[in-house]
């Protein structure tokens, strides 16, 4: 939608920034940014048009992953901050709501064009970081809906959003487990880089897969922002036929599944005005809601 153009060449100026400095190869960036928007076929989600566009952009750029740098730097810090998010989780009268509450504040980070004081700032609220606790809400919260089908469930799915939300993910699956004992999670991560979506060699960094954790980690090969069943087959496929329930974090997620008749419950961070505007919410307010 045109709401989104602006952000779409934010992020591919931000991407040709990230791998150099030439005003000349920003420009063609731009350039060929525009050149793609106008071509492209109006009826793709936001999430759809951004994933093929920043590929189009990395070709530009002769970069397979601009963006490495800050998702490793990102997810380390995270990764220190993984015990104290559990503390803040098993000390809470209700882990399970806390579980899904932080990860639901570290979604923060699907907005790559966010400074990172900005980011650091939002973390602090969350109180991983130096700071006040601050006790958070759903603004909109399906959590009655989600315990009935949890209760029920064989198999979870679990589609991650970006690589410095794994630990916070990983708190969340261990809570999971703790509610539904024997439940099967499945986690999926993208096969290939993309701004700052996580990937299999993050899933193992921060050691998914475990005793408490992802029963295993697929890989999603459509290469873009959100997962696209239509183009999904063998193992992950089989995944999403067979799951229970899916939780499913970020917008780009919330926006490609939607409409599919899945039992899709997503849990993301409004981060932009288009998201807020078609939750009736503010940017910043979570939400864990159940989509059709």
Known sequence: MPQCYPCVLRRALCSAERVSDDEWLQQKVVDESMRFLRETEQRSVPAEMVGDLLRSVQEVLGSAD???EQRERWLSEMQEAESGMRSLVEGD???????LLVSARCNVFANEI?????IREDLRRLGIRQGDPCDQEFVHDDRERFETALSEAENLLF???????LPSDKVLIEQLHRQKPGISVCSVVNYQPLLLKACEPDARKVALEGEIGSREVLCNRGGGLGLVPDDCSGTLREAIDGADVIVAKGASHYQTLSGRGLPVFSLLRAKCPVTAASQSCRIGDLLFIRID
């Not at 009268?93 to 579980?99: F, I, T």
């Open 114 to 118: 966010l400074q990172s004081k900005s």
């Open 93 to 99: 009268q209700d882990p399970l709501g806390r579980a």
């Open 66 to 68: 601009p963006w490495r």
């Open 159 to 165: 589609l991650h959003d970006t690589a410095p939300e």
